[in-house]
């Protein structure tokens, strides 16, 4: 057997991220000159918050659509206010961009 080099990579510097399996919630940061990005669904403002330690309001939205629940999050990073961190609690019932003008109203399928 000849000796080979072993190269010793054991750099493990991943940051394990720790779920919470309370509630179906969506985090993420964007780097956006918009706060409310656009994910396709309408949302509407019901809320501000002034928060600690930071410049940027904290807004809250919610899904326009009627029997949905869903609402968002959306606040500026204090450090880098170029970073848009979004919020996201529950999940859509329906299906995005479904208020454009579509003639087609066969009713819904109620069960
Ligand atoms: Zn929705």
């Known amino acids: 057997m ?7 990579a054991l750099e493990k510097n991943k940051v394990k991220v720790r779920r919470k399996l309370r509630e ?3 985090c993420f940061q964007t ?7 656009d994910d ?10 002034v928060v600690k330690n930071s410049l940027h309001p904290r807004s809250y939205y919610r899904c326009t659509h009627n029997n949905c629940r869903v609402k968002k999050r ?6 880098d206010c170029r970073m848009v961190i ?6 859509h019932n329906h299906s995005p961009c479904d208020d454009s003008n579509s003639s087609e109203n066969d009713g819904f399928t109620s069960f």
């Open 2 to 8: 000849i000796g080979r080099w072993r190269s010793s």
């Open 24 to 26: 179906p919630r969506f």
């Open 31 to 37: 780097r956006s000159d918009v706060d409310v990005l």
């Open 40 to 49: 396709g669904y309408k949302w509407r403002k019901y809320g501000q918050k």
């Open 74 to 79: 959306v606040e500026r990073l204090s450090e």
């Open 86 to 91: 979004t919020t996201y609690e529950g999940r």
